[in-house]
């Protein structure tokens, strides 16, 4: 076949061109990209039915851990004392160091609330926290005790060692060597003789003396007082269980009608019924009460009363103790056998909530992965791992983790700036929210507890070879934060990259809005980043609700995120973000494309005349070849224009005149489409 060398316009196939003449009032060269897409994500709510798009951020409470935007409740990030858990972002409630500085060796084992007072277990010996002023007694009683359990009318003591039976108490009245508590005690009758009882604070804080008797609920000691105890002077009694052999318990539990103690780094779980612990045996398989769990060498790590059964946790998984006293390994663990294993364990929601390592399970009929979400986009991935001290209210269960890597560089003040901070966090089963900083720089082992009667979360962290203890209070009616806020800073929180789900083209940024509760003394600065940016670019400062504010022209960029910086100078109040507007103009680069008629018959020429040398079937075959083309194809127009790749979208011949079937006139009906 052979083809002509003159045309309006050429496409070329195979490297071979295929020249074509049009009828020139058909050709038109037209932009194909629609201007402003609509059909994208976004809030039909929030927008304008106009030319530009809203992409709103309607709300935070399914958590940080989005770094890209994919649905509306989600954000990427938040620094320190910022809450997002109830839908909309405000400041967190400020914690409270208890001793400053911190303490030099100190680390808390366990806190529980006992006749409503706070009791502490250290490693350094026991003490209260003062119901007035909210300060540490000294460290009195045994040091490396390793649990503690409330029996209602005994507090029980494991250690290496003897355990022991003590109560801790408010004193009511006192005589020179006699001091009341309170008429609920319910002693045994000289349980304490031999014990020892200690003033730890109010009048006589810092003594100590041996008791010689005791009633119900009175004391007496060898000797007389230096200072006759008075209703501010709390004391701690400790004396002996009637087991010599009950030694070496590392925990305790309650289960059943019984009491359970498993010994410190062994295998051996032992039950007992009497409140003061008097039928713990301990001893091993001498104990007739003894439930050997598994086999020896790997250590019993912590007991939970969950689903009608006792489960005991071990190095190498979880055993459930049947009614016919032995244990059954339920959940097995042994490929990921550590000590480290279930350092945190907790009955929440109907299910039970445990720590394997760096992962939080959740348990019922089957295993869930509920752990808190990786915080970043790019490698080294950010995450939070070693996570202890699971405590629930309400509808969130609390944990603390610390970081594998610093948070946001060159954004967060320390310690976030340096690898393995420590936080608080909180879920509710969908998300997770960072609450807030340990203010320590990595520490080696946190800790948490609630006190339920004063609404309290007790924090514990061990950095720099000290001891810190923070409280950070609750509401008593409903799980919003405390209104005791930091008036000292802003306080951060980063949303995901709105991209639009477009990565790859460019947007023009117009304004953002923000829609929120503004009470006086508040506000929330709106920084932003473009694309790569490392710096923030600040654009406005809102204190009223639904104000818009507008970008500098010329902003723009594939992708954009904020950071909102929330204020307050007043300790009560906070500002309250609802929603996050975003306006945005879609600008993807144009593309073109040209209509026009094919002149389809024998011995064509334009009007100079000119032959294109192809006959109609020629023209036909040519075009179809074109049409049918996987690969684009090159376009040269009717300007002359340099090559460039485009497809022929669509073809159709219409029939403008037939003398026979040798004889057919027609055009096609071209759509080229540049790539």
Known sequence: MAFGNYGHITLTLADTPYNFLVDLATYQEV?????????????????????YLDIAQEGFKHGFGKWTYSEPQSYSYTGTNVDTRHGHASLFTKATPIATGGDAGLIVKKILIHESIVFLLTNLGLCIVSPTSGILTDYVGPMWAYDIIDTGRYLLLGQSGQTQVLDVFNATASTNNTVTGQTDEDWAVNIFAGATAYIVQGVGAGGSYVVT?????????????????????????????????????????????????????????HFGAEADGSDLEGGGVADTAVVTVGAPGTSILGLESFNNQLWVFKEDGAWTVG????????????????????????????FLLFSVRNTIYKYRSGLQDMSPPIFNEYPPYKQFGWLTGLTTRGTWAYVMGISNQAGEAGDEAAPETTAGFGALLATDGVGWHKLWTFPQTAPTYLNMWLDNVNDKLYIFGYSGGRGYIYTIPLQVYSDLPYASYDITTYRNLYTSYYDMSLPRIPKSFASITIAGDFPTNTSARVQYQIDDATTWTTLATYTADMTENDFPIGTTGKRIRFRLQ??????????????????????????????????VSDKLSDQNRLMN???????????????????????????????????????????????DSDDVESIARCTIVHV
Request: with cysteine; net charge negative; glycine share 10%.
């Open 213 to 269: 008797s005791n009633t119900a609920n009175q004391l007496t000691i060898v000797g007389t007082w230096a200072l006759n105890p008075d209703a501010t002077s709390y004391i701690i009694v400790i004396g002996d269980t009637a087991q010599a052999s009950a030694d070496n318990f590392g925990g305790f539990g309650i289960f059943g009608g019984y009491y359970w103690a498993y010994e410190y780094g062994k295998n051996y779980l």
């Open 323 to 350: 009614e016919d006293n032995l244990a059954y390994h339920t959940l097995n663990f042994a490929a990921e056998v550590s000590p480290n294993n279930f350092q945190t364990h907790i009955v929440w929601n109907g």
């Open 31 to 51: 932009d194909i990209v629609d201007f402003a897409p609509r059909a994208l994500s976004g809030s039909p709510a929030w927008s304008e039915m106009g030319l």
């Open 566 to 599: 929330l204020y307050t100078t007043g300790a009560a109040v906070s500002p309250h973000i609802k929603a996050i507007i975003l306006k945005v103009m879609i600008r993807p680069s144009v593309l073109y494309g040209v209509t026009c008629d094919v002149l």
């Open 613 to 659: 040398g192809l006959t109609a079937s020629d023209i036909r075959t040519a075009l179809k070849a074109c049409r049918d083309s996987v690969s684009p194809i090159l376009f040269t127009s009717l300007y002359g224009d340099a090559a460039g790749y485009a497809y022929l979208a669509s073809l159709r011949f219409l029939v403008i005149g037939y003398e």
